[in-house]
Antibody
Framework: QVQLVQSGAEVKKPGSSVKVSCKASGDTFSSYGITWVRQAPGQGLEWMGG????????NYAQKFQGRATITADESTTTAFMELSSLTSDDTAVYYC???????????????????WGQGTLVTVSS | EIVLTQSPGTLSLSPGERATLSCRASQTVSSDYLAWYQQKPGQAPRLLISGASTRATGIPDRFSGSGSGRDFTLTISRLEPEDFAVYFC???????????FGPGTKVEIK
């Protein structure tokens, strides 16, 4: 059974960083990617980026380039998303999701997300 | 970056009616790499459709996806009470490999 279990809620000060973890079960790390998506209160879904652990490749939305870092520890099948220089606009629920690897332009990339974590609320407030 | 536009923003229908949701891309979505998700309040999104038209495991056949290129449609043939939710489309077929979501369509009870 596929499960993605995320770390608990966080309250952070503006200017600080947050690191959210996502523990995956099953064969997720050997055959799939991990994607991170966030959702601000009352808003839609925002794709942040993803990692394919078996290749170690990452992709980020331009908006998060240089501010978000997505990593994966294959030994513990845990993925991490760290976001720095937090502002109140970063207050959101952060989801990790298992992404199906798809072939694209001669390489593998993150595709659609078939299993999701429970979400982690990150609140940025002074 | 491919921008996705969903219409309508809100769809007010009664149980048993047919729902037609649209997702339009600013550029062609390669290989019809488009997915649809359902989200209910307080829950994570649930995958409904991938590859524009392939139902995910366990998704009832009243949900169907169609379209190609820039225009895609999610159809719910007969709305059940549990189908009232927000629906998002996602493209994952752009170069560079950046995915984007549409803003969502809320299907509410009329």
């Amino acid at each position: 059974q596929v499960q993605l279990v995320q770390s608990g809620a966080e309250v952070k000060k503006p200017g600080s960083s947050v690191k959210v973890s996502c523990k995956a079960s099953g064969d997720t790390f050997s055959s799939y990617g991990i994607t991170w998506v966030r959702q601000a209160p009352g808003q839609g879904l925002e794709w942040m980026g993803g990692i394919i652990p078996v290749f170690g490749t990452t992709n980020y939305a331009q908006k998060f380039q240089g501010r978000a870092t997505i990593t994966a520890d294959e030994s513990t099948t845990t993925a991490f998303m760290e976001l720095s220089s937090l502002t109140s606009d970063d207050t959101a629920v952060y989801y990790c999701a298992r992404s199906f690897m798809i072939p694209f332009a001669g390489e593998w990339r993150d595709g659609y997300c078939d299993y999701w974590g429970q979400g982690t609320l990150v609140t940025v407030s002074s | 970056e491919i921008v996705l536009t969903q219409s309508p923003g809100t769809l007010s229908l009664s149980p048993g009616e047919r729902a037609t949701l649209s997702c339009r891309a600013s550029q062609t979505v390669s290989s019809d790499y488009l997915a649809w998700y359902q989200q209910k309040p307080g829950q994570a999104p649930r995958l409904l459709i991938s590859g524009a038209s392939t139902r995910a495991t366990g998704i009832p056949d009243r949900f169907s996806g169609s379209g190609s290129g820039r225009d895609f449609t999610l159809t719910i043939s007969r709305l059940e009470p549990e189908d009232f939710a927000v629906y998002f489309c996602q493209q994952y077929g752009s170069s560079p490999p950046i995915s984007t979501f549409g803003p969502g369509t809320k299907v509410e009870i009329k």
